[in-house]
């Protein structure tokens, strides 16, 4: 099992910046690979990066690249999103997830947090 909770979202004018985090406990080496969706208000939930815990390597929705970065903190099982620039269009319900492939597909993922609000207004 794994335990992932998220923190950092909030209200945000355009062009701002937020740094969510994940806190990840249990078997997380047993899921090598963390990711960040999102869920925007009537819309389905889309993949936004990965990261690997042993390498640090990453891997962006074409929607993400430029603007987030995808990071972890092994020391203390922790996973960031820290978003730049963001834009109105980046309002949704952010989760933090666990998974043994990179892949944007969330079927792939075993694990999820309970989610955390980011809103950008205009």
């Known amino acids: 099992q794994v335990q992932l909770v998220e923190s950092g979202g909030g209200l945000v004018q355009a062009g701002g910046s937020l740094r969510l985090s994940c806190a990840a406990s249990g078997r997380i080496f047993g899921n090598p690979i963390m990711a960040w969706f999102r869920q925007a208000p009537g819309k389905e939930r889309e993949f936004v990066a990965t990261v690997k815990w042993s390498s640090g390597s990453t891997y962006y929705a074409d929607s993400a690249k430029g603007r987030f970065t995808i990071s972890r903190d092994n020391a203390n099982n922790m996973v960031y999103l820290q978003m730049n620039s963001l834009k109105p269009e980046d309002t949704a319900v952010y989760y933090c997830?666990?998974?043994?492939?990179?892949?944007?597909?969330?079927?792939?993922?075993?694990?999820w947090g309970q989610g955390t609000q980011v809103t950008v207004s205009s």
């Open positions: 997830a666990s998974g043994r492939f990179v892949a944007s597909r969330e079927s792939l993922y075993d694990y």
